[in-house]
């Protein structure tokens, strides 16, 4: 059974900088794509960034751009989403999803149409 919990949400400033955690379990493919998504209260979810197992490759939605960075530690099974340069309009839910890495599909697709599995999410709060 995939499992994938979030932590590192919480409340900050506008400028300040958060690290959300993402640690897996019972991803048994060879390759795998890990990525963040948010959801503002009113608004439809939003893919943020990925990361792919098979060479590390990521991609960013445009709004988070330079202030956002995913990394992946693989000791650990876990993919960090380090942001910076918070804004208000960062406040959301955010998930951690996975899927199979597929060739054929790009970071973006990913972004655009989600992925299979998902966490509960992790709610970050950014004040004017």
């Known amino acids: 059974e995939v499992q994938l919990v979030e932590s590192g949400g919480g409340l900050v400033q506008a400028g300040g900088s958060l690290r959300l955690s993402c640690t897996h379990s019972?991803?048994?493919?060879?390759?795998?794509?890990i990525g963040w998504f948010r959801q503002a209260p009113g608004k439809e979810r939003e893919g943020v960034s990925t990361?792919?197992?098979?060479?590390?490759?990521?991609s960013y939605a445009d709004s988070v751009k330079g202030r956002f960075t995913i990394s992946s530690d693989n000791a650990k099974d876990t993919v960090y989403l380090q942001m910076n340069g918070l804004k208000p309009e960062d406040t959301a839910v955010y998930y951690c999803?996975?899927?199979?890495?597929?060739?054929?599909?790009?970071?973006?697709?990913?972004?655009?149409?989600?992925?299979?599995?998902w966490g509960k999410g992790t709610l970050v709060t950014v004040s004017s």
């Open positions: 999803a996975a899927e199979a890495f597929d060739p054929r599909l790009s970071g973006s697709h990913y972004l655009i149409y989600g992925m299979d599995y």
């Open positions: 990361f792919s197992t098979n060479d590390g490759s990521t």
């Open positions: 019972g991803l048994t493919f060879d390759d795998y794509v």
